[in-house]
């Protein structure tokens, strides 16, 4: 039987909001690059890819991923797949995540997606059907522009 090259992993249903916002592992990591880093293309675009920790978005047994992009994502399975479904449970984290002090907007239809935890650790956004979602895969691979804000 033949080797795949793909690495392991685990397909998610993700969520991305506006703002933009960082979500750290502790107090020591941090991401801070320059404007010239940003509009060469030169900043760590990998840091963006990654997950940060795990919170109980209610999805039970299962944890709410959380990237360092501020992306939330739960796996893809049936019970979380529908639009409708991902959409409300999404939205309930984020309200709770502004009921906390973090500022967030909700997620709309359009800014659900499909994506990828690789055993790494790493995420991968495989759809940017938003302008919220399409900024969130330009950063993480480094082709963003001024005109895609």
Sequence with gaps: ???SNSPEGTPLV????APLK???K???DTWKPTLE???RSTYDYLKLN???GFIDGNVSPYAMLVGFDGTLAMPALPEFS???VALRIFNRVFLEMLLGGVYTEGAAPSDICSGWLFKTGYIRLLSNASKNT???SALRDRSASVTAT
């Excluded at 993700?14 to 909001?17: F, K, L, R, Y």
């Design 1 to 3: 039987m033949a080797e």
């Design 14 to 17: 993700m969520a991305v909001s």
């Design 22 to 24: 960082l979500i750290a």
């Design 26 to 28: 502790d107090r020591r």
């Design 37 to 39: 880093d940003i509009n």
């Design 50 to 52: 990654r997950a940060s």
């Design 82 to 84: 529908q639009p409708d």
């Design 134 to 136: 399409a900024l969130h």
